[in-house]
C-alpha cells in the first residue's frame, strides 16, 4: 500500500531523527574529542521508537540507526590498506553489516516490556536492556564488545572516576539514565510546551553525583611511594612483512638495541609488543636466538617481558589434548599467542597464552565443533588458528627469590574485557601491561580508541597500565586515567618513565559482575513474564 505524502514526510523525519542519534553515537567516541554527546544521542532515536507498535518495523529503525553507528566507529576494521589482507577486508565490509544486528536483542525485549509494563515503564527498563546486551556480547563466541556505551568516555576524566565502582557498563547506564531523563524533559516540553523541570533536575542529579565523585576521588589521589621505571620498545614493524622468512636476526639487532637505548635511561623493566618476533621462539629451534635474549637481560640485570608466539609439541598423540592441531608430518601441536617474561639469572620463562582471541582474526568461532571451518578460514599472514590459554597467569619479577611485582600481561583485545582484566587484580597484580599489534589497521581511530579503553581499565582498578604497542600507541596510564607519556603512531621510538604501583583493589575489581548480571536478571524476568502473560491471555482466549 503506498504511503499518503503525511506519511512520506513522517518517514523521513524518524529517517533523519535515526540518522542524528546515529551519527551524535558515533561521534562520541574516540579519537573524537567529544564524549558528552552520548549523554543526548538517544533522544532523536527514543523518540521515534516509542511510537513504533510492531516489532518489525521497531527494528529496523533500530538497524538503520545503529548501522550509522557502527559505520562511524567501527569503519576501520577491514583495514582497507594497500597490504592489508583480503579475508581481513572481508571480514571489516560484513561486521560493519552485521554487528548492527545484535542491538536487535535491545528494542525486542524493549518491545515485549512495553505490551507487558506500558511505554513509561518500558522506557525505564530500556538502559538494563542495553547493558545486558553489552554483556551478553561480550561471553559469546563472536564477541566483539568494543562499542560498549560506557568506552565513548575517557576523555572525559571526571566523569569516568566512578568507574571503580560501576565499571564500563555502570557508565553504560549511567550515560542512558541521563537520556532517558532529558528525553522526557524534551518530550513534555513539545508536548505541553512548559517546562517539566522534574526530569532535568533528575538528569541534573545523576551527572552532577557522577562529577562530584570525580572530583573527590582525584583531589584526594596520593602517588604510592613505590614505583618502577619500564621501557616500552616501539619498533614500528610492518606487521605484514615480519612474517617473512629471513629477517629474524634484523629483527632481533632492532629490539636489543631499543632496549639498550631505554636501559641507559634507567629501566628496570622492558616490554616488546606482541608477537614481537614471528616464530615460536621456544620450540627448540631457535636457541641462538633465546641465548641471546638471556644473555642480555642478565648482562643488564633487567626483566624482558614480551609478546611472542609459543607452542607445545605433543609426540605422544594420547597425550594431546582435543582442541591439539597437527604438523603436516602428523605431530600434534597447540600454539597460543602469548607473553613470555625473561628474568636475569634465570633459565625458567614464565609464559601466559592469550584467552580472549579475536573472533576470526585469530580464532575461528565454533571451530572446536565445525573443524572444517578453520581450513575455510584463514588469514593468509597465517595466524588465525590460535588456541585458546588456560589460566589468567599475574608473571611475577622474581628477584633473588623475591618478588618486587606481579603483573598482569594483557594481549591486545582482551583489555577490552573489563571483567577478565579485574581478574588478574583479584590475582594479586599490581600493574596492567598491554602488548599489542595495532599496525594491521593503519592510521584510524581503531589505535586511538583501542588506547583510550586501557584508561577505563585503568580507573577500574586504580591501577597504572602501561602499553607496548608495535606501532603505537605505545603509553603509560596512571591509576587516575590519566596519560603520563605517549608515542606518536608509526614511529620507531622508546618511551622510559616511571609507572605508579598501587596496591589494593577497588569496590569494581571485588565485584565485577554486580551491574551485568542484574541488567541482565531484569531481561530475564521481563521476557519470563512476556510469556507468561501470552500464555495467560491466550488461555483466556479459549476459555
Not at 641507559?264 to 621462539?281: D, N, T
Request: positive net charge; charged residues 20%.
Amino acid at each position: 500500500m503506498p504511503l499518503t505524502p503525511d506519511q512520506k514526510k513522517e518517514r523521513n523525519k524518524d529517517l533523519l531523527l535515526g540518522l542524528l542519534s546515529g551519527v551524535l553515537l558515533g561521534l562520541s567516541y574516540p579519537p573524537i574529542p567529544f564524549p558528552f554527546l552520548s549523554l543526548f544521542a538517544f533522544i532523536p532515536f527514543l523518540f521515534v521508537i516509542e511510537k513504533r507498535e510492531s516489532l518489525l518495523s521497531l527494528n529496523r529503525f533500530t538497524y538503520y540507526t545503529l548501522f550509522f553507528f557502527n559505520l562511524i566507529t567501527l569503519y576501520w576494521v577491514g583495514s582497507w590498506t594497500k597490504e592489508a589482507d583480503t579475508f581481513l577486508m572481508i571480514s571489516g565490509a560484513v561486521l560493519l553489516f552485521f554487528n548492527p544486528l545484535f542491538y536487535l536483542v535491545v528494542t525486542t525485549l524493549y518491545h515485549f516490556s512495553k505490551r507487558s509494563f506500558g511505554k513509561r515503564t518500558a522506557l525505564f527498563l530500556f538502559p538494563f536492556y542495553w547493558v545486558s546486551f553489552e554483556f551478553l556480547y561480550s561471553l559469546t563466541d563472536l564477541r566483539f564488545p568494543w562499542l560498549t556505551l560506557g568506552n565513548s568516555t575517557p576523555y572525559f576524566k571526571l566523569f569516568i572516576q566512578i568507574a571503580d565502582i560501576v565499571g564500563v557498563y555502570g557508565l553504560s547506564l549511567i550515560i542512558l539514565f541521563i537520556n532517558i531523563f532529558l528525553y522526557l524533559f524534551v518530550k513534555e516540553f513539545r508536548s505541553k510546551k512548559k517546562l517539566n523541570y522534574k526530569y532535568l533536575s533528575s538528569a541534573l542529579i545523576i551527572f552532577l553525583v557522577v562529577i562530584i565523585y570525580g572530583l573527590i576521588r582525584i583531589n584526594s589521589f596520593t602517588e604510592p611511594a613505590k614505583k618502577i621505571k619500564v621501557g616500552l620498545i616501539q619498533p614500528d614493524l610492518n606487521p605484514w612483512s615480519k612474517w617473512q622468512n629471513g629477517n629474524l636476526d634484523s629483527q632481533l639487532d632492532i629490539y636489543i638495541k631499543m632496549s639498550e637505548e631505554a636501559i641507559r635511561k634507567g629501566a628496570k623493566l622492558i616490554v616488546w609488543p606482541e608477537s614481537a618476533l614471528p616464530v615460536y621462539l621456544l620450540s627448540g629451534n631457535y636457541d641462538y636466538e633465546v641465548n641471546r635474549i638471556y644473555r642480555f637481560v642478565t648482562s643488564y640485570n633487567i626483566f624482558l617481558m614480551t609478546g611472542m608466539p609459543d607452542v607445545n609439541f605433543y609426540f605422544n598423540k594420547s597425550e594431546a589434548p582435543k582442541e591439539a592441531k597437527e604438523t603436516k608430518s602428523g605431530i600434534s601441536y597447540t600454539s597460543y599467542n602469548s607473553i613470555l617474561l625473561f628474568t636475569p639469572y634465570s633459565p625458567k620463562v614464565e609464559k601466559y597464552g592469550k584467552i580472549k582471541l579475536v573472533p576470526f582474526g585469530e580464532h575461528v568461532p565454533f571451530v572446536e565443533s565445525l573443524p572444517f571451518l578453520g581450513d575455510f578460514i584463514k588469514w593468509e599472514v597465517g595466524i588465525s588458528s590460535w588456541n585458546v590459554g588456560k589460566d589468567q597467569v599475574v608473571l611475577d619479577l622474581n628477584e633473588e627469590n623475591n618478588s618486587i611485582l606481579k603483573i598482569a600481561g594483557v594481549i591486545c583485545i582482551e583489555s577490552i574485557y573489563p571483567e577478565f582484566v579485574a581478574g588478574f587484580i583479584q590475582k594479586g597484580a599490581d600493574l596492567i601491561t598491554v602488548v599489542t599489534n595495532d599496525s594491521w589497521y593503519g592510521y584510524s581511530s581503531g589505535p586511538f580508541q583501542h588506547k583510550e579503553i586501557s584508561v577505563l581499565r585503568a580507573v577500574e582498578n586504580r591501577r597504572s597500565v602501561i602499553r607496548a604497542a608495535n606501532g603505537g600507541i605505545s603509553c603509560i596510564i596512571d591509576p587516575l586515567g590519566n596519560t603520563i607519556a605517549s608515542t606518536i603512531l608509526f614511529t620507531r621510538d622508546v618511551l622510559v618513565g616511571d609507572v605508579m604501583i598501587k596496591e589494593g583493589q577497588t569496590f569494581y575489581t571485588r565485584f565485577p559482575w554486580i551491574f551485568p548480571l542484574t541488567s541482565s536478571f531484569i531481561s530475564i524476568v521481563t521476557i519470563l513474564f512476556f510469556i507468561i502473560k501470552k500464555i495467560s491471555t491466550n488461555k483466556n482466549k479459549q476459555s
